[in-house]
RNA sequence: GGCGUGGUGGCCGAGAGGUUAGGCACUGGUCUGCAAAACCACGUACACCGGUUCGAAUCCGGUCCACGCCUCCA
């Protein structure tokens, strides 16, 4: 099956051709480690997650490239307001990424390199993009990438550098830019960088922050590569300066797919630190919300679509995911319980229509509401089918293969495995469940009704089916919802 | 000022000239001691005004509104 990408660089949809085979090399913008990641920082990268799961469901093989920004000015500056060293000030965050990027199941990339590990490459880059007369030194003792010199320059954002109104900032720079587009490659080292700095031919002082994805980038993936992607905002003027640097230095396309995802919003404004409207995973955990629900959550539109959070949106998703479990857990039951002796081939037209649906839609680039619609149509078709008591263990077992299958992409089902039935139950909760169940029985429905509030105070919910009273754990509701 | 994105039923959200997207919630029903779950039923929705067309949410022109980038930002 084809795979098609909305490709930034040409505004269309284009059938994605990997250059070699079913080898796949891609480079995510990662996180400046200089503070805790807020959620509209990790809507990019589940993105890139949901691409590079559904690269994988095809068959190809990733090889994916995730920078760690560790030294520019907000790092510098929060490491001299800790007065700690550079390092120091940014393991944390570093670590609390790596844990929070788990907990939302985004897979681990291949190589996650530090800017600060690479400064020679970057220096070396530097060093052909001055020798080919594209970049130029300042009176200060800085490096500019010259656009002029680079008649591509906006390709990708299709900005037009003559049309741009200059900013007040520029004023500062003035002095030492040949142009006000010209982004600096290398920083000379001032006091306020205190003792951060590396020796360079030029030097003391440090990388620019362009500069940091195109040596790695190429360094890890080659001079050219498949896809880069990002946040929309990342495309004027990072990408686009990482485009210019790389492809000047080489001569060569720089990247053949880009992708962009939308903004995250809050009550319609971009979520981000300046606004003060943003939270992190850590805030929202604490208001009761699974990470699985987040996640889900997170997935629940188009990437390229603004995605407007709010708590609306995670009770829908919670509701969704919880009828979902329920029904896993009643598939989970026939498969352990029932013999392979009922009509076969029920749900069999139902799993292959859905499994049509999921790879066609997420194929298109990863369209995951056509996915979630293939996700229900089965649920719905097997519901209906275990209500009429049409399924058989292998049925039942074939329809949870399939929603396995869906969650190697969407990584928040949360099938069970194995045969099911009532492990984890706490033998109090089961002798509980086993009293209830006798005087129902008994017709003693106000015994009944006073040990399923019993269950429910410790946290268990009864249901009563044809084939016996099931316990499942209660869902846990945000406080005050 | 330049460039760009978007406005779909109470809410979320696909679609992109003709065929019910889907989901959440609500309401009614089936089932049930009750409850829960599940299933069934129920919404002619596409910002506004023109135009093209046999036919437009989808194409064209205009208008309004919202958001964003142009400064670090996923």
Redesign the pocket.
């Known amino acids: 099956m084809n795979i098609r990408f909305y490709n930034s660089m040409t505004?269309a949809k284009e059938v994605f051709k990997p250059l070699s085979g079913k080898r796949v090399g891609m480079y995510t913008?990662?996180?400046?480690v200089y503070n805790f990641?807020?959620i509209?920082?990790f809507?990019?990268?589940v993105f890139e997650d949901l691409l590079r799961r559904t690269l994988e469901f095809f068959g190809y093989q990733v090889t994916q490239v995730m920078n760690l920004?560790d030294v520019?000015?907000?790092t510098i500056r929060g490491a001299k307001n800790a007065g700690i060293p550079l390092d120091e000030y940014t393991e944390p965050y570093k670590n609390a990424f790596f844990s929070d990027m788990a907990a939302l199941r985004v897979e681990r990339a291949e190589v996650y390199p530090a800017a600060t590990d690479h400064i020679p490459e970057m220096i070396e880059l530097i060093q052909t993009l001055l020798g080919k007369g594209v970049a130029y030194k300042s009176p200060d003792g800085s490096i500019y990438f010259s656009i002029d010199k680079f008649p591509d320059y906006g390709k990708l954002?299709?900005?037009?550098?003559d049309?741009?109104?200059?900013?007040e900032?520029?004023k500062l720079d003035e002095y030492a830019k040949d142009s006000?587009?010209d982004?600096a490659l290398w920083k000379a080292w001032d006091e306020d960088d205190g003792d951060v700095f590396w020796e360079s031919p030029w030097g003391k002082g440090r990388p620019g922050?362009?500069i940091e994805c195109s040596a790695m980038s190429m360094k890890y993936l080659g001079e050219t590569f498949d896809i880069h992607?990002?946040?929309?905002?990342?495309?004027?003027?990072?990408h686009e300066d990482e485009i210019a640097q790389s492809e000047a230095a080489t001569g060569k396309t720089f990247v053949n797919y880009w992708l962009?995802?939308?903004?995250?919003?809050v009550n319609?404004?971009?979520?981000?630190?300046?606004?003060g409207n943003?939270f992190t995973l850590r805030d929202l955990r604490e208001n009761g919300w699974r990470d699985r629900e987040i996640r889900a959550a997170l997935l629940?539109?188009?990437?390229?679509?603004?995605?407007?959070f709010?708590e609306?949106?995670l009770?829908?998703t919670r509701?969704?995911l919880?009828?979902?479990d329920?029904?896993f857990d009643?598939l989970s039951r026939r498969v352990s319980s029932s013999s392979f002796d009922t009509p076969e081939g029920s749900l069999g037209d139902a799993v292959e229509g859905a499994g049509k649906v999921f790879a066609e839609?997420i194929a298109?680039?990863l369209?995951?509401?056509?996915a979630?619609?293939a996700?229900?149509?089965l649920?719905?078709q097997?519901?209906?089918a275990?209500?009429s008591n049409e399924v058989s263990a292998r049925d039942a077992e074939l329809a949870l293969d399939t929603f396995r299958k869906f969650d190697r992409i969407l990584a928040v089902l949360d099938v069970p495995s194995g045969d099911g039935g009532a492990n984890g139950v706490p033998g109090e909760v089961a002798s509980l469940v086993e009293r209830?169940s006798a005087a129902?029985k008994a017709?003693d429905?106000?015994s009944?009704?006073a040990i399923?509030d019993e269950l429910l105070a410790l946290g268990w919910?009864?249901?009563?089916?044809?084939d016996g009273?099931v316990v499942t754990p209660t869902a846990t509701s945000p406080p005050g919802k």
């Not at 319609?268 to 300046?274: L, N």
């Not at 369209?367 to 056509?370: C, D, E, I, M, Y």
């Not at 919910?461 to 044809?466: A, F, L, R, Y």
Request: with cysteine; proline share 3%.
């Open positions: 505004r913008c990662g996180p400046t990641a807020h509209g920082n809507r990019a990268y920004t520019d000015d907000k954002s299709k900005v037009d550098l049309s741009q109104r200059a900013g900032r520029v006000v587009a982004f922050w362009h992607t990002g946040g929309i905002d990342n495309m004027f003027p990072h962009h995802c939308g903004y995250l919003v319609g404004e971009k979520m981000s630190k300046s606004l943003f629940s539109g188009h990437y390229r679509k603004m995605l407007d709010s609306r949106l009770e829908q509701s969704v919880k009828s979902l329920g029904l009643r839609s298109d680039d369209n995951v509401a056509g979630w619609a996700v229900h149509a649920a719905k097997a519901n209906k275990l209500d209830r129902r017709k429905f106000a009944a009704d399923r919910t009864v249901k009563d089916t044809p009273a």
